[in-house]
Each structure stands twice: as C-alpha cells, then as structure tokens.
C-alpha cells in the first residue's frame, strides 16, 4: 500500500499542475461550456493524468486538435452545423461525456485488472503497453478524433455527401450518415495521429525492449479502430438516429424543436432516444471492445 500512496501523493498535485494551464486556455478560449462541460473536463483530465500521464496528453491532443478543427472555417460551416444536434465549437457536458466516458473506462478497466493486481502483489506500480485495456484507451481516442475529424474537414468537401448505407445516394451536406472522401482521408489522419501518440508513450516511457513487433500491429489497430469507429458512427447516424424533419424550413435536422428556426420538428427516421452523443459513445465502447479483444488473442 505505501507505493500506491506515494504514488497519489505525487501525481495529483503534478496533475493538478498541469492540467490548470489548460484549462485557463480551454477558458480564454471558450472550447467548452461553463460551469458543466468545464468541470467534466477536469474530472477526465485530472483522472487520466494520474493513471498515466500519457493518456492525458492523447486526450489532450484530441480535444485541441478537434477544437481548433472545429474553429476553422466555422463560419462557411455555420449553415451546416446549426442542424446538428450541437453546435460544434463550444462542447457541453454531455459531449464531453460522449467522447470521454469510453477511453476513461478502459483506464479504470487497465488500474483494475493490470495495476491493482501487481501492487498487491508486489507493492510496485508497473505499466504493461500490450495490456488490451491500456491499448483500448488510445483506440477509443482514435475513433473519437478520427470521427470529429471526419464531420469537420467533410463538411467543407466541395463536393457532396454520400450516404453510407447506399453510396450511390447523394445526401445534402450536414445529413446524418453521409460521408465524403475528404472526410475518410481525415478520419485516416486523426487514427495517424493518435497512433503517432501512442508511439511516443511507448519510446519515451518504456525501456527499449518494450518496443518490438508488436508495435506495428497494435499501431495499426489504433488507425483501423478510428477509421472503422468513423464508418460506425455513420452508419448509426443513417440508420438508428433520431432524426427529424423542419416542415418550417423544409430540412433534415438533429433536432427538436429546430435549432435555425424554433419550430417543433417531427421525427422522420430513426430513434427517438438514439441522439448524436449516445451514436458518439456506442460506435467508440463497440470498436474499442472489438479491438482490445483482437489484441487479448494475437
Ligand atoms: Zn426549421
């Protein structure tokens, strides 16, 4: 018990201390919603921090990358966006939720199953990269980023949507199950860059002997995971989403009463209770399940 002490003794104030310049940016920049969304934030990033630092800076490299994504050119995606469920650029509670929930259960998963065990045992604090829990966090980061990069960058495609379901349909932009090929491209780089990430935890914080065959493998499931957690994400969205109908506007919405407008909207395909943050959380909790069980077998 006395490592697992001094282990928090250490790492919550380092925690604390390094996650307070960001969220002073995270405040001067309005990236999320005050008090509510802002509090979420701090529970998932101190808790991260602590479990292991890197999983802290691939949380942070999701949400500032898909931040600053969503910033770009936000007003040429003003039109589309404000049919969305949320409105891109400041994130709520729940999305925050959505997009962390998953990652943050696989960390606890990985103290439960990997580290408690070994300080019992030992009374040491040991970290294990080819755990499939401690993997799964960085696969669920990938499919987060690789979808929120996809929705960003394809909605300034110049050319039109396809739905995913029948790519033969073409879709208005901002439709719920569409997909572009710049959108895929994105979604690739987003799964890149969280895969760069995980390289990096695994180089600068392991012994080299760590670094081996493996690597690659579970490098290239966390860019499959993301590309393949993007697809799902839209295949819910065209498929068992809620999604409503502005008669006042005549437009396809995510919700009701119509954000552009205030009209009450009717509900025109999909569930009712399936919304955009439950598609979020079930494509990532799906894709990562999948994968970290893959990894438990090779
Ligand atoms: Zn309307």
Redesign the pocket.
Known sequence: MYSIISYLLLMVPFSVLFNLPIFFVILKKKYLTVPYGITVAAILGISLFVIYPFFWVVLCVFFFSSSMLSRMKAKDKSNTTIDFAKGSVKRDAMQVIANGFIPLLFAFGYVLFELLPKIVESDTILHNPNNPLFIGVFVAFSVHTADTWATEIGILSKKPPRLVTNLRRIVDPGTSGGITLNGCLASIFGGVLIGIVYFFAIVISFPPIAINRQIIIILFLIIVGGFSGSILDSIEGATIQGIYY?N??K?E?ETNP?K??G?K?TLYRGNRLINNDFVNLSSALLVTCFISLLISII
Do not use: I
């Open positions: 502005c006042h506007c437009k919405t119509h552009r407008c009209n909207t």
